[in-house]
């Protein structure tokens, strides 16, 4: 059986909780033998290989995994603070390069700072400062200084979810 | 008594700022209400009421007051302030164009006169309605980007609100009525007069009408590009952009019901890392030998191996009985060589050792004569060089 060229990097990126993206060789690799890959995670591991447009990703049935939840509410933290001053988030997710101060200003004067102060991973400057880098590593943003980064595609996995969340809220109240 | 242009476009210049308020109030209420007229003559400390109502720019309507369509018009032009007229009314031109076409050309024959007046009433349609098209595009696109801007700090749930009227009952119709590719569609009726007109502007046998047609078709390619711009502003800039308003309203909506509740809320699910990496430096080696036994390689069959020869159990007990039968031996090799002999045929070591146990039986006598020579014994394997042992009973037997 032939293997892919970089296969040991895609099981070691995909393994490490990393999103693939669509600016990286591996994720064409990923889509053009998607079926191998599928088959090759459900079967070694249990883990499902989640393929969109924007992004790969291997999801496992961890009942006690948080970093997902904490990812969520750092999203919907910032996205709603960048809203109240005025701000399209999205454009600026989209496009824009953030800097580790402006996140904390936000998170610092947020509305919603008990949330902040009562999450492990969010509470202070420090603790988020780590964050980001565990987003880093994950591939959910890309740094483009010590103290920069931009948001990849990867965070679309969490505005669908945003996006979602109130189309079933709004077919609930229908 | 007939008032001067003049007078009245230096009247209006000279009190803009209070007919500016009065022309907001009567958008906003659809009339002037008396209060409302009182305090903008109070706030601007001048009262123009009894001009307004001598120019016929205003006319009272019982206590209250109403700008005369013609000078509202002109102010709205001069302030681009224009409220999006629904599809609807913008389709009623579909109805007064095609009925005037139909005209023109079943008479085409007919009294030049009314053909000539038919041919600058369709031209008259058409200029209204790309005017009515032009304002539509300019007030959505003017009010799509001030809902973009927020600056009247819209809730999220209003924008999505107002995001998803604007598209379905304004954007989206208009835009069907600017589709080159359906039939129905007041483009495609107009792109139909242009041929007609076109053919009629240079062969019609009257030479006036022949320059009517000529006005009528230079008019409609410029209302082909007008129109092409407006639906391009519609498609390329007005709905990505009313799109995006619904899309970032709708993802914040979603984001702050899950911050009521965010440890309750189902979220996405995510890889959890394990600490014990899966993989080690022989990794690649590893996932071929798991992934080779998926492979499919050739069938092969294995057949079970059949052992024929009965496995030999020393029978002590058989064997003790024989040597009890002979007692006393004088050399028990001999003796056990000769009974394997018998018994067997042959001599066979493993045999020959299992009848050597024998001799630790408690109940046999030995007696041992480190004189005598040791005897050879020749078994299928080996030849044996073994002592010269006799074996008695213990007591009398």
């Known amino acids: ?174 | 008594m007939r008032i001067e242009p003049k007078t009245i476009i230096r009247f209006t210049l000279e009190y803009f700022d209070i007919i500016r308020d009065m022309f907001d109030a009567h958008v906003a209420e659809g009339l002037l209400k008396q209060e409302h007229v009182a305090e903008i003559f109070l706030k601007h400390n001048r009262n123009i009421e009894a001009q307004m109502l001598e120019y016929k720019l205003m006319r009272r309507i019982g206590n209250d007051f109403d700008l005369r369509s013609e000078y509202l018009n002109f102010l709205k032009f001069i302030l681009e302030e224009f409220r999006p007229l629904l599809p609807e009314h913008i389709e009623k031109y579909n109805y007064s164009i095609s009925e005037l076409f139909r005209k023109i050309k079943d008479e085409i024959f007919g009294d030049k006169d009314v053909l000539d007046s038919r041919v600058k009433n369709i031209s008259n349609e058409i200029r209204e309605f790309v005017t009515a098209v032009e304002h539509n595009t300019i007030s959505l696109l003017e009010q799509t980007r001030a809902l973009k801007a927020n600056l009247e700090k819209v809730d999220y749930r209003e924008k999505v609100q107002r995001a998803s009227f604007w598209i379905d009952y304004y954007i989206l119709p208009l835009n069907r009525i600017l589709d080159v590719t359906h039939n129905e569609s007041v483009i495609s009726k107009l792109y139909n007069i242009s041929e007609f007109v076109n053919n009629k502007r240079l062969n019609f046998y009257d030479e006036n009408i022949r320059q009517s047609f000529e006005s009528l078709y230079f008019q409609l390619i410029q209302t082909n590009d007008d129109l092409l711009k407006q639906s391009r502003i519609l498609t390329n800039e007005l709905l990505p952009l009313i799109e995006r308003i619904r899309t970032e309203s709708t993802i914040l909506s979603g984001f702050i019901t899950f911050l009521r509740n965010p440890y309750k809320t189902q979220v996405p699910k995510m890889f959890k890392r394990k600490n014990n990496m899966v993989l080690s430096s022989n990794a690649a080696l590893n996932a071929k030998a798991f992934m080779e036994q998926f492979a499919k390689d050739d069938t092969i069959y294995l057949e079970d191996l059949i052992d024929n020869n009965d496995k030999w159990i020393f029978d002590i007990d058989y064997f003790k009985g024989k040597l009890r039968e002979q007692l006393p031996v004088n050399n028990f090799f001999d003796w056990a060589a000769t009974t394997l002999e018998k018994e067997y045929t042959a001599i066979e070591s493993d045999k020959l050792f299992a009848l050597t146990t024998l001799l630790f039986e408690e109940d046999l006598q030995l007696e041992f004569d480190e004189k005598k020579k040791n005897k050879k014994i020749k078994t299928d394997e080996y030849t044996l060089k073994v002592p010269n042992i006799t074996v008695s009973n213990y007591g009398i037997f």
């Open chain 1, 1 to 174: 059986m032939e293997y892919s060229k970089n296969h040991r990097q895609i099981v070691e990126d995909l393994i490490g909780g990393k999103f693939i993206l669509p600016t990286n060789k591996n994720f064409i690799e990923l889509k053009e033998k998607e079926k191998f890959y599928e088959d090759f995670f459900k079967f070694s591991f249990g883990h499902d290989l989640i393929m969109r447009q924007d992004f790969a990703f291997l999801v496992s049935d961890e009942t006690n995994e948080m970093l997902s939840r904490d990812v969520c509410i750092f999203f919907a933290i910032l996205c709603y603070e960048l809203d109240k001053d005025g701000r399209n988030f999205l454009d600026l997710i989209n496009y824009s390069e953030f800097e580790y101060d402006q996140i904390n200003d936000y998170f610092e004067n947020s509305s919603y700072l008990e949330v902040v102060r009562n999450n492990s991973r969010l509470r202070d400057i420090n603790t988020r400062n780590e964050f980001m880098d565990t987003l880093d590593r994950r591939n959910i943003i890309e740094k483009t200084g010590p103290q920069k980064f931009t948001f990849t595609t990867a965070h679309k996995n969490f505005t669908d979810f945003a996006m979602e969340l109130a189309k079933s809220k709004t077919a609930d109240v229908e």
